[in-house]
């Protein structure tokens, strides 16, 4: 099946400084989203993205639709402590039916 | 608005035990999924349905059965459970098959 590759697998930062990840396919995606998890929680939908080259920005997370569409990279600025947790993308080839793949997520720890 | 929830929040069961986990979803939407998530490998997606009465398989389906009666409701079922079966179970909606919402899951462990 698909897969999507998402790196760095774990970051381990300083509050306050800026985050960067990314999703890389070797298939086309139609859609775009990334997503975030607590420990117990059930995933949060952060950003959707539709349209290649599509910037979209949710209060400090920014994130992007490859103009390949077969990547997407998801900013955080500015992180504080309640953006530690495991970050997922996931792509959609067709119209939705067929399931989300997800990366194997990031796992963001913050240093005080 | 409830969202989506599921029943019941952990459970163990001991090999060859059937279970049946419930998803139900107050958004009125179409489509909904049971993924799986394993450490170190995100959600993998079992089954899925885009419609009341429907249901099809999805990456990882062997092992399980889905059914979809009423339109809130996707039931999963393990009938006979083994240990590679042990994980977190989510269960997702979605009105037109893009942005899927997700419910707060349900741990399994299979002894």
């Known amino acids: 099946g698909q897969q999507l590759n998402q790196s760095p697998q774990s970051m381990f930062i300083q509050e306050g400084e800026d985050v960067s990840m990314n999703c890389t396919s070797s298939s086309i995606f139609n859609t775009w989203l990334w997503y975030k998890q607590d420990p117990g929680e059930g995933p949060v939908l952060l950003i959707a993205?539709?349209?290649?080259?599509e910037l979209t920005s949710n209060g400090r997370l920014t994130a992007q639709f490859g103009i390949t569409r077969k990547d997407s990279f998801l900013n955080i600025s500015a992180s504080i402590p309640s953006d530690v947790g495991i970050y997922f993308c996931a792509g959609l080839s067709g119209g939705g039916a067929d399931g989300l793949t997800f990366g194997k997520g990031t796992h963001l720890i913050i240093q005080p | 608005n409830a969202g989506v929830t599921q029943t019941p929040k952990f459970r163990v069961l001991k090999t060859g035990q059937s279970m049946t986990l419930l998803c139900a979803q107050d958004?009125?939407?179409?489509?909904m999924y049971w993924y799986r998530q394993d450490p170190g490998m995100g959600l993998r997606l079992i089954h899925y349905s885009v419609g009341e009465g429907t249901t099809a398989k999805g990456e990882v389906p062997d092992g399980y059965n889905v059914s979809r009666l009423k339109k809130q409701n996707f039931l999963l079922g393990l009938e006979s459970a083994a240990p590679s079966q042990t994980s977190v179970y989510f269960c997702?909606?979605?009105?037109?098959?893009?942005?899927?919402?997700f419910g707060p899951g349900t741990r399994l462990t299979v002894l």
């Open positions: 993205l539709y349209k290649a080259g």
């Open positions: 958004m009125n939407h179409e489509y």
């Open positions: 997702a909606s979605s009105y037109g098959g893009y942005t899927q919402y």
